[in-house]
């Protein structure tokens, strides 16, 4: 299972999607530290202004930024509320920019063994196939690691840059909510892993991964079962474990998604490995 | 002496009642294979006969539905077992965004081979260590066949299943391939190698098998083979229905079969004369005579009419 995972290692290095999905995700973090510092700064609004930008205040009293005045609502005081971790959540996890990404990746990622044929040459040498889902299970969770790990680090190095835009979280609360996002994304990589297992076509898989990461699905059905309130189930769903994740422990009730992520985890791994041995290659 | 005897009675591959049903439909049949250590083994059957059904179970890539594969006299699923076994199964498994040194490096580190030059030897021995930072997506067929037959000696395997390995080769390349195979069966390896181009597997194969609708319908060594197509006599008649029971009538020992409306041969006449006065003495028209010899192909296509037993 180790070499197998060494061989993983060694194509996920030498992925380009690797590097593309980590650049747009860090893309994404500076886009929107800018756009927080041009509307929730004196400074930044003094740039909004002199770039063309114009401020409005509307009755109410709180100022709308942007080229028409419709778009990049905030008020300065609500800068106040925000800290490293909320950042951090609201540029990639709540809206399942994270999960998109690294689930491209990782479709992308065990779809090729398919996609190539070089599945041949491993399946003639690992006879276990549990062993290939193990191996691959375990490269997913290097690679989410290093991802959250990174993509944290450098919320906090633009935190930084913008001035000590927003104050820092307690390192307790970001161990707690890294560690819960791990373990949910994990799931998602599971549930991809089985998809891509099923279907054996990248294309499916990069499908499967839009549709679950980002949410639709799970809103879609808990619309539909809501019109006859049977929508109690989605709290127990990936996707509404990752979108309302407690900020920091505050009780035994907030390790709910820890289990929901390693639940599905340990299901959708099995449920692979079963589809892998029952299927020829 | 009594190295090489018992060498021979090792088989490298055993299959017992092999079956592989897909959707109700029999795509091998209660398969008995035999393979013997050092041999090299020739597998022939048309397209859908079940070749690479057959060989994509002993590599371990498909699910046997009956029966029992042994291999080096060990269960098939042995992981050490299966780590003495190169495969190249119908079109090379490679990364197309990844050069033949990366391609060959992941598979020795799935191999967890710990020897470094065994990736440049592998890639030496199949003329693909100077293809530098090409990308395989860039290579030819024959390119590719190359390096999945590099792929497949890495780790210095005792059994190599190859199917259609001289796919999209040109002729040096069909030549280089042939003595590459041809010095890694003289070093002991044994091979099982599924081709098209007969005439190239009669040059290197010393045993064979051949297959049907999903039957191993006859298993045989070159010698048996060359006996086979040794010289058969074809008489060119007018009337084939007379002349047949003239012929096993007085000639019990000769096998005779009919090609068509005209023409019959004989299997193990010695000598034509005879035959042609007896057929002539009993007013059978008798057009053209004479002795011919079949190769490989004549066999295989007399074998799938099922005109020879």
Known sequence: MFNLLRMDLYRLLRSKSVYICLASLMAASVLCFWMVWLMGTPEGQETAARIGMTAIVDEGGSSQTGESGEEGVMDQSMLEEYDTLLMFREIGMDGGAYALLFGIVIALFFCSDYSSGFMKNIMSLHRRRWTYIASKLMAAAILDLCYLSIEFGFCLLLNVLFHNLVPAAPAADILFYLGLSFVVTMGFAALFLLFCTFTRNAAAGTLAVSLLSSGILVILVNYITGLFGLNQWVSYTLYYNQRYAPNAYSGFGDLKGYAVGAVFLALYAALSAVVLTRKDI | ?309
């Open chain 2, 1 to 309: 002496m009594e190295k090489d005897i018992k060498k021979q009675a090792v088989l490298a591959v055993e299959t017992i009642s092999l079956s592989k049903v897909y959707k109700g439909k029999a795509a091998v049949s209660h398969m008995d294979m035999k393979v013997q250590e050092g041999a090299i083994y020739g597998f022939i059957g048309r397209n859908g006969a079940g070749k690479s059904t057959t060989l994509k179970m002993l590599c371990g890539l498909a699910k046997p539905t009956e029966g029992e594969i042994r291999l080096f006299g060990k269960s098939a699923g042995d992981p050490v077992t299966a780590r003495r076994i190169g495969c190249l199964i119908e079109s090379a498994g490679l990364y197309p965004h990844m050069t033949a040194r990366q391609n060959a490096v992941m598979k020795a580190k799935c191999m967890g081979l710990a020897d470094p030059n065994a990736v440049e030897r592998a890639l030496e021995a199949t003329g693909m260590n100077n293809t530098g930072n090409k990308k395989v997506k860039l290579f030819s067929m024959g390119m590719r066949q190359r390096l999945g037959i590099a792929l497949a000696l890495l780790g210095n395997p005792d059994l190599l299943v190859l199917d259609e390995p001289i796919n999209g080769l040109d002729p040096e390349g069909v030549r280089e391939i042939r003595q590459l195979i041809q010095r890694l069966n003289e070093g002991g390896k044994t091979f099982i190698i599924s081709s098209h181009i007969l005439g190239e597997l009669s040059k290197l194969s010393t045993h064979y098998g051949i297959i049907k609708e999903g039957n191993l319908v006859e298993q045989l060594t070159r010698e048996e083979l060359e006996q086979k197509c040794a010289d058969y006599f074809q008489i060119e008649v007018g009337d084939v229905k007379r002349a047949l029971p003239l012929i096993t009538e007085n000639m019990p020992e000769v096998q005779a079969e009919v090609c068509d409306n005209t023409n019959i041969r004989l299997y193990g006449l010695k000598e034509g004369s005879g035959v042609n006065h007896l057929l002539i003495e009993n007013g059978v028209q008798v057009y053209s005579s004479g002795f011919h010899h079949m190769d490989l192909e004549d066999y295989f296509l007399a074998r799938m009419d099922g005109s020879r037993k």
